[in-house]
């Protein structure tokens, strides 16, 4: 059984702060997403990392994937309160559209 | 707004009924994927299709059963329920069957009381 898991569960920080969550299988993915999502909707896509190593950036928001694509990092710069959300990382292990997600992580950014 | 649309969006029944849930992909999405989200389990895939045909199976309930019509979209059938099956439940759609960017429903809040 593949399984994920995302630290911290739960993290509130004030505005301006940084944060990495972290996101750690003992599998190897396929491939890797980030998710955001907002109470009473649905997980929006934020990336997707598939090559080991590979660094992907999104304003404030940089995204890594491990070298052995068992690990994923978030690292948010300056954290604003529009920030706040929950954010999921869910690994795809057979290129298949399966995805397992981890529990998630609550952030709350106050201002 | 991505797409998907389920329906409906709150649902309140009785232990021991059954409800159907329904989704529409994305236009042009082949494949359709069924999760349940709820506080201790966190975000659970149960099931996809794509095309009309089962290709995968999670952690699905006998209790459970989905299908995906010919015009694509889906119903997932939740039946003899339990006070534990109250959770929230995505539908996602696909492009194809493998390696796409999935795209979320804004799910349906089923409450069993």
């Known amino acids: 059984t593949q399984l994920l898991e995302q630290s911290p569960q739960f993290l509130s920080i004030q505005e301006g702060e940084n944060l990495t969550v972290y996101c750690n299988s003992s599998?190897?993915?396929?491939?890797l997403q980030w998710y955001r999502q907002e109470p009473g909707e649905g997980p929006v896509l934020l990336v997707t990392?598939?090559?080991?190593?590979e660094v992907k950036k999104l304003k404030r928001l940089t995204f890594q994937f491990g070298d052995a694509r068992k690990d994923s990092s978030l690292h948010i710069t300056a954290a604003q309160p529009g920030d706040t959300g929950l954010y999921l990382c869910?690994?795809?292990?057979?290129?298949?559209?399966?995805?397992?997600f981890g529990q998630g992580t609550e952030l709350s950014v106050k201002p | 707004d991505s797409g998907v649309t389920q329906t409906p969006k709150h649902l309140i029944t009785a232990t021991g009924q059954r409800v159907t849930l329904r989704c529409s992909p994305r236009?042009?999405?082949?494949?359709v994927y069924w999760y349940q989200q709820s506080l201790d389990q966190g975000l659970q895939f149960l099931i996809q299709?794509?095309?009309?045909?089962?290709?995968a199976k999670g952690n699905i309930l006998e209790r459970f059963s989905a299908q995906q019509f010919p015009d694509l979209h889906s119903e997932l059938n939740l039946s003899s329920l339990e006070l534990g099956d109250s959770a929230l439940y995505f539908c996602?759609?696909?492009?194809?069957?493998?390696?796409?960017?999935?795209?979320f429903g804004e799910g349906s809040w089923l409450t069993v009381v």
């Open positions: 996602a759609s696909s492009a194809a069957l493998l390696g796409n960017t999935i795209y």
């Open positions: 599998s190897v993915f396929s491939s």
């Open positions: 990392v598939v090559t080991g190593g």
């Open positions: 869910a690994a795809d292990y057979n290129q298949g559209g399966k995805l397992i």
């Open positions: 236009s042009g999405d082949l494949s």
């Open positions: 299709y794509y095309n009309g045909e089962e290709r």
